[in-house]
């Protein structure tokens, strides 16, 4: 049973505009969340995270935003870059990390 | 900047041979994991170390076993490879935070079972 859902697969936004990538958990006891950037044939990178005491954090043109009520969280970049063009994990922590399926982003130039 | 590293990058390889997979770290992070993703799906923990020999399973099951004999290696042993054994394998290694650990993986090491 899937504990993190990241359920867009894909996400293309034009540069300059804001990228909005959302992750929907169902664990209330999940006590941290990141998000990952993965370029292919690398590992995936640590870019944010965000403690569930917080509902947001901010970390230069990356925020992101927890909503615990309704178990969500969104990664905002803003504004987009081409290289930012890659598939990103959001990834939540209890008694181990909980990956989602990733969603990649294409950033239009 | 992490310091985590595999190898192979790239591996083909028949079924039944016995294969391992490397992965370092120069960081002197005390935990280790193996995670399996398939393309598409998430990250899969099948393997967790959190010292010097000690060694857990994760919550896929998995056939492959692990040894964690020195801090800095955490090597991934398949004793006969099958074609369904064929994923992406990542190994990570992580530091405490403030609030929990962050964890910071390799370049991964695509292995393909024929």
């Known amino acids: 049973d899937q504990q993190v859902k990241q359920n867009s697969p894909s996400l293309s936004v034009q540069e300059g505009r804001i990228s909005i990538l959302n992750c929907d958990y169902t664990?209330?006891?999940?006590?941290?969340f990141l998000w990952y950037k993965k370029y292919p044939a690398e590992g995936p990178t640590f870019l944010i995270s965000?403690?569930?005491?917080?509902d947001k954090n901010e970390d230069g043109r990356f925020t992101v935003f927890l909503n615990k009520s309704a178990k969500h969280l969104s990664l905002h970049i803003v504004p987009s870059q081409p290289g930012d063009s890659a598939v990103y994990f959001c990834?939540?922590?209890?008694?181990?990390?909980?990956f989602g399926t990733g969603t990649s982003l294409t950033v239009i130039p | 900047e992490a310091d985590i590293y595999q190898t192979p990058r790239y591996l083909v390889i028949g079924t039944g041979k016995k294969i391992t997979l490397e992965c370092s770290q120069t960081?002197?992070?005390?935990?280790m994991y193996w995670y399996q993703q398939d393309p598409g799906m998430e990250l899969h923990l099948i393997h967790y170390?959190?010292?010097?020999?000690?060694?857990e399973k994760g919550d896929l099951s998995s056939e492959s076993t692990v040894s964690r004999i020195r801090t800095e290696h955490f090597p991934l042993t398949l004793e006969s490879a099958r074609p369904s054994h064929t994923s992406q394998y990542l190994c990570?290694?992580?530091?405490?935070?403030?609030?929990?650990?962050?964890?910071?993986f390799g370049p991964g090491t695509r292995l393909t079972v024929l």
């Open positions: 990570a290694s992580s530091v405490s935070g403030q609030y929990t650990d962050t964890q910071y």
């Open positions: 664990n209330s006891m999940f006590d941290y």
């Open positions: 965000i403690s569930s005491i917080k």
């Open positions: 990834a939540a922590s209890a008694d181990q990390f909980y």
């Open positions: 960081m002197g992070h005390d935990k």
């Open positions: 170390s959190y010292g010097v020999n000690s060694t």
